[in-house]
Nanobody, 123 residues
C-alpha cells in the first residue's frame, strides 16, 4: 500500500511560482502512474497533470500547458509539480494520486490519494 503526502503549497502572488511535492512511502512510486488533481471552492475536482509509469509520458490540462511541469525523482520516491506563471484561477487544494493508468479524466481509477495542499494565488 502506498502513502502519499503532498507539500509545497502556500500563498503566492499572480505570476509567481510554487513547486508541489508528492512524497511516497510504502512502495515505489515508479510502479504507479501519478496524477495531480485540484479542487477549487465551489467547483468540481479536476485533473491538472499526470505522468505514466514506464515511459514517463506526461499530460496536462489545456489551461496549465506551458506553465506547469510534472516530473519524477525515483531516488527520492517523489513526484513534483512545478507551477509557474500562477494565476488566481489556479487557487485550489491540490492532491496527488497513484494508480495503474495515467489519466486526468477518471480520478476513480486512482487507488491512493494524499491529503492535499492548499495553493492560493492572490495579490
Amino acid at each position: 500500500q502506498v502513502q502519499l503526502v503532498e507539500s509545497g503549497g502556500g500563498l503566492v502572488q499572480p505570476g509567481g511560482s510554487l513547486r508541489l511535492s508528492c512524497a511516497g512511502s510504502g512502495a515505489s512510486l515508479g510502479y504507479y502512474a501519478i496524477g495531480w488533481f485540484r479542487r477549487a471552492p465551489g467547483k468540481e475536482r479536476e485533473g491538472v497533470s499526470c505522468i505514466s509509469r514506464g515511459d514517463g509520458s506526461t499530460y496536462y490540462r489545456d489551461s496549465v500547458k506551458g506553465r506547469f511541469t510534472i516530473s519524477r525523482d525515483n531516488a527520492r520516491n517523489t513526484v513534483y509539480l512545478q507551477m509557474n506563471s500562477l494565476r488566481p484561477e489556479d487557487t485550489a487544494v491540490y492532491y496527488c494520486a497513484a494508480g495503474p493508468v495515467a489519466t486526468m479524466r477518471a480520478p476513480g481509477l486512482y487507488d491512493y490519494w494524499g491529503q492535499g495542499t492548499q495553493v492560493t494565488v492572490s495579490s
